[in-house]
Structures are given as C-alpha cells and as structure tokens.
C-alpha cells in the first residue's frame, strides 16, 4: 500500500470524533454479530487488516512520507471485504489518524475485539487497555526507578502495543540528545513484545512504527522486528532479562498441559489463572532490582487460588504501589471485573505500599486519589488485606491488629453441595417422598430473613433424592450466606440462620452451590448462628469484608481469613440478640467490635 497525495481532509472537532469514531466502532460490533460464527475470526482479521491500513495511509499523508505500512509478521487472511465493510474500514482508519497514535490503535483494538468470536476472545484474554491506564501505570513504573533512557523493557503479551508504543514514546524522550539514526536502534535493541494473536502482534509492531514515523522519515529506516509471535508461556527464555516487565496479561482459567503445570508448580495451587501464570513469568524475566508493572483483575489479592503466587510474590517481589480501579464497568470492553494496577520489585525490601484508587472519567481520563498505605501480612501467602478508598484506611490500620478468626469462634465455611445442573432431572416442583427443600440464594434476605422459595429461572423449590446422593443432605443447624455479590450492591454479606423449625419440619434440606454455609465445628460453638448471623448482616462486618475480597464471589477461604473481634468480646452481641433489640443497637455494637464510631 502506497500512500496517496491527496491533502487530508481538515480534523474534527474532539466530541465530534468521539462520536464518529464511538459510531464506526457499534457498525463494526454489528457487522461481526450479523456474521456466522464459523467466519468471524478471518472477518475480523481481513477487516483489521485493511482498517490498518487505511489508518497508516492517512498517517503517512500528514507525515509526507510515501512509507508502506509493514507486511504482517505472520499469516493473516487480507482478502478484499465487501464493499459496505471496506467503506467502513477506510473511514474508521482516516478517522482515527487524527488521534495519538496510542489512542488510534486502542480504536483499532475495539473494532477488532468488538467483531471477534467470543470463544476466541475469551480464550486468549484480548482485551485492550485503555491509553489513560496504560499512562498511568508507566507513571508508576517510573516512580519505582525505570529509567527510560537505559531499560531493557518486555511486554510478554503485548496486545495491540498499548504498552509498547507508549514505551518507545518515553524512550525517545529520554534520548533527547541522539541522532535519529541511533535513537531508532537504541529503542529496537532495548524493546521487546510476544503476542499470540497473530493480528495483535502485527497492530503492536505498525503501531510502533506511527509512533517512530518521524524517525523513519529521518532515517529511511523501519524499527526492527520486537514482537515475536506466539505462546510466551511456552517458549519462555530464562536467559533474557529486563528491567521492566509491563503489560496487561491475559485472564481467566486455563487448563494446562502437564511440562506447563510443572513449569510454573511454584506459583500454582488448583486452578490455573492466565493472569497468574503470566505474573510467574514476568519474575522470571526481570533482573534483580527491576520492576514489573501489570494490570490484572484484583482475584489475586485474597483468592485461595492464588497464595502460592502470594508468597511468591512476598518472597521475592513485594508490592511497591498498588491502584484500585474503583469501576468495574466501563474501563474494559465487555469486562465487568475488578482491576488493579501495581507495580512491584524484584530484591527489593518491604516499604509501605502506596495505595491509591483510579476513578475513570468521562472523557477516557481517570483521576487518582491517594488512599493510605499498606503492608504485607507477615505470611504473605494470606489474603492482602489492603484499603481500596480513602475511607477504608483506619479499619485496615485496626484489622492488622486482629488475629481472630471464625475458626475462633467454633466455626468453618464451605459452599452449597448441589451444582444443580449435573441434576436436573431430580428439581421437582412438589414435595413426596425423598423429596427435600432445595435452598438457594433467593431464599437468603437482607436482614437476616429467610424465606423459602424459587423465584427464578431453571429453580425448583425441592429435590429428589435417590440411592447415592444422602452426602447431598444438610440436617444441622448453620448460617446461610449468598455466596455471589458485587462491591455496587449496598451488602456484599448476606445471611441468614437456616431456621431450626423448618429444619425439624423436613428432617434436612438440600443447599445448593451459590450458597455458602457457616456451620459449627464443634459440638458447642462460642455462639450460636442467631448471632453469627446478627454479625455477618452488619455494616461493619461487610465493610471489613470489603477490604479483603478481590471478586464477586464471597469465598468461604476469604471469610475464614476475615479479621475478627476475639470470642470473649462478643458477649455484650449475643445479649442483645437475646432480647431481639433493635437493629440500631445491633449495628452500634458491631461498629464497637471493630473500633469504630458509634451511629449518630
């Protein structure tokens, strides 16, 4: 593709192409829905293909420079499009030539995600960053000493070089005395990426190359070839070492191979996360006293999965600043997950963690407030329990200082035993013989209320139990908790005693796997679930369990780690659920628990 000498048309105004630009992006999101499912990945690809172009034509007009944008680095499908598709691909492209290069391929990224097969999506974690992020964290990487003039730096799963790109751009300004010439290959020998995706790994390598057109003017010269397709986490180089490992890796679980198990076995308990075994592989790459720099979901900070890679982590790179993204929605397409941003750093000691939170903006920027500082636990393997908001810091400071937990109190958690979808057959809607209550979320009210029912789609009110399935039976008293919520919801903990009578009425009930249970381990517990469950409604139990839970679902391992009052402390509690006192004083008495103020 050469570039044409025709003069670029003059650039819209900023809300305009917001909007333009907003618009193309939903065309492009119907076009791949209108498409079956089996042609969607090479349509996203040959329309990728040629929205990149478009937009590196216009690129190269504004810069006068007759430069052909790079062939792909591997095979990719660049058939014509049809010519409502090619129509929209070229003025998307010219369109978004207008913006920062780093703001035009992140467009580009969205067109493309948007019109890709979600399985395949889901499957390689493509989701981009937005530019206010990526800002962000390379603001906290210099922070914790990278020096852009000198470092080695490695996105291992680079995307669409929402990393890269602005990488190269505080590169280049650290080499503000070099000749075009040497700066271009000072950044080429100092840059790196791997990328699986084959049309990501090529948008990182072009977008390097818009950030660089200047110097490519100057110089006739490319960039070399930094990104190298393919698994980073198979072809891993121990030999190569960075001072900067930075990125947003891929998430999700991901079933592996027994050579990938063993590889990473030092960061792996159960489940395997993408994200996980990418922060594994970032410690392998970065030299000692460097620095990495991630965006991940905040599931590590407590997840049980996870505390092999806590203490490793503690061991051997401990957190130097952590940023909450306070929103899930609207930060990454089609992702609602809680987000962290972090750096951390090889060798180094234990400073307080500065801790902010990052609240996104209309107009893509995000706006940072600094929220206190934390600490590690002394076993770094436990949940880090860190302030998320400015309000969250005393309780933090107070929950340090708590070594009680529910074990102390004559209790454990585990989950709901029926995953109802392996027995369907057995839901029935009326009650018989072997036919028992099935409890599910729905049944738990705020407050403490239960109330049995199956309100809700594919729920059956009892269950039929047959030969073999008496494990599935729960004939003693507990605590029942919902076992998914969200930070929006005004409660993340909701519970409810089950009550003795409508267990005595049925001889035992069924509990299915959305509910959690707080049951007794021993014969007499220090209080009953009348109390546990007075405590767990109130407001100063869940906002401590806000400062402990990294995702929507209420883990019995997280709340085994919930910091609590000792047992002794809770007499003055059980008291007044004895008299059945008002709500109120309830709450008052909880808020004394965990030293905070008492209600106006």
């Known amino acids: 593709m050469t570039a044409r000498a025709s003069k670029p048309e003059a650039p819209l105004p900023a809300t305009d192409l917001d909007a333009t630009v907003e618009?193309?992006?939903?065309?492009?999101?119907?076009?791949?829905?209108?498409?079956?499912?089996?042609?969607?990945?090479?349509?996203?690809?040959?329309?990728?293909?040629?929205?990149?172009g478009a937009w590196w034509r216009a690129l190269a007009v504004t810069a006068k420079c007759s430069l052909e944008v790079r062939p792909p680095l591997a095979d990719l499908d660049t058939a014509r499009l049809p010519k409502a598709a090619a129509d929209l691909a070229q003025s998307l492209g010219t369109t978004i030539a207008a913006l920062e290069p780093e703001a035009g391929a992140y467009q580009i990224g969205r067109a493309y995600t948007g019109m890709l097969p979600e399985s395949y999506r889901g499957e390689h974690g493509i989701y981009y960053t937005p530019p206010a992020l990526t800002a962000r964290l390379l603001d906290l990487a210099t922070e914790a000493g990278v020096d852009w003039s000198a470092a080695r730096v490695l996105d291992p799963a680079c995307g669409g070089g929402a990393f890269l790109a602005p990488v190269a751009k505080r590169m280049l300004a650290a080499l503000e005395d070099c000749t075009p010439a040497i700066a271009l290959r000072n950044i080429g020998a100092r840059l790196r990426g791997y990328e699986i995706d084959p049309f990501g790994a090529w948008l990182?390598?072009?977008?390097?190359?818009?950030?660089?057109?200047?110097?490519?003017?100057?110089t006739g010269?490319?960039?070399?070839?930094v990104v190298s397709m393919g698994d980073s986490l198979a072809r891993f180089n121990a030999r190569e070492r960075f001072d900067l490992v930075v990125g947003n890796p891929p998430y999700g679980r991901i079933k592996l191979d027994a050579d990938t198990r063993a590889r990473y076995r030092r960061s792996l308990f159960g489940h395997a996360n993408l994200y996980g075994l990418f922060t594994d592989l970032a410690l392998r790459h970065v030299r000692q006293g460097g620095v990495i720099a991630y965006v991940t979901p905040?599931?590590?900070?407590?997840?049980?999965?996870?505390?092999?890679?806590?203490?490793l982590l503690g061991a051997s790179a401990r957190p130097m600043s952590v940023d909450f993204v306070s929103a899930r929605r609207g930060v990454f397409d089609d992702v609602l997950q809680e987000t962290v941003l972090a750096t951390y750093r090889r060798g180094a000691s234990a400073p307080p963690i500065r801790i902010s939170e990052l609240v996104h903006q209309e107009d893509g920027s995000v706006a940072v407030s600094p929220v206190a500082t934390g600490r590690l636990p002394g076993d770094p393997s436990q949940p880090w329990i860190l302030a998320r908001t400015a309000s969250q810091g005393a309780l933090v400071a107070r929950l340090a200082g708590m070594s009680h937990r529910l074990a102390d109190w004559g209790y454990t958690v585990s989950t709901g035993r029926l995953v109802w979808n392996r027995f369907k057959s057995q839901l029935v809607a009326r009650p018989g013989r072997s036919r028992y209550p099935l409890i599910w979320a729905e049944s738990i009210g705020a407050g403490g209320s239960f109330r049995f029912r199956a309100d809700k789609k594919n729920h059956a009110p009892y269950f039929e139990v047959r030969h073999g399935d008496q494990w599935l039976l729960v004939d003693k008293p507990c605590v029942l908790l919902q076992r998914t919520t969200a930070k929006e919801q005004s409660r993340r903990l909701i519970a409810a005693p089950l009550p003795r009578a409508f267990l005595e009425e049925h001889g035992a009930v069924v509990i299915e796997n959305h509910v959690n249970m707080v049951r007794p381990s021993q014969a007499e517990p220090v209080i009953s679930a009348e109390v546990m469950a007075a405590?767990?409604?109130?407001?100063?139990?869940?906002?401590?369990?806000?400062?402990?839970?990294?995702?929507?679902?209420?883990?019995?391992?997280?709340?085994?780690?919930?910091?609590?009052?000792?047992?002794e402390e809770l007499q003055p509690l059980a008291r007044l659920v004895a008299q059945n006192a008002p709500r109120l004083q309830i709450e008052d008495e909880c808020d004394r628990l965990?030293?905070?103020?008492?209600?106006a």
Not at 204 to 218: C, E, F, P, R, Y
Not at 594 to 599: K, M, N, P, T, V
């Open 23 to 52: 618009a193309a992006r939903v065309m492009c999101r119907a076009l791949g829905e209108a498409s079956p499912a089996t042609d969607r990945l090479n349509l996203a690809h040959r329309f990728g293909y040629h929205l990149v």
């Open 204 to 218: 990182s390598q072009v977008t390097l190359d818009a950030m660089l057109l200047d110097l490519t003017k100057a």
């Open 221 to 225: 010269k490319r960039l070399p070839v």
């Open 298 to 311: 905040t599931s590590f900070l407590a997840g049980e999965y996870f505390k092999q890679l806590r203490a």
């Open 535 to 567: 405590f767990l409604n109130s407001g100063a139990a869940d906002r401590a369990f806000r400062c402990v839970s990294g995702s929507v679902a209420v883990s019995a391992y997280e709340l085994e780690a919930l910091p609590l009052p000792s047992p």
């Open 594 to 599: 965990y030293g905070e103020s008492l209600s």
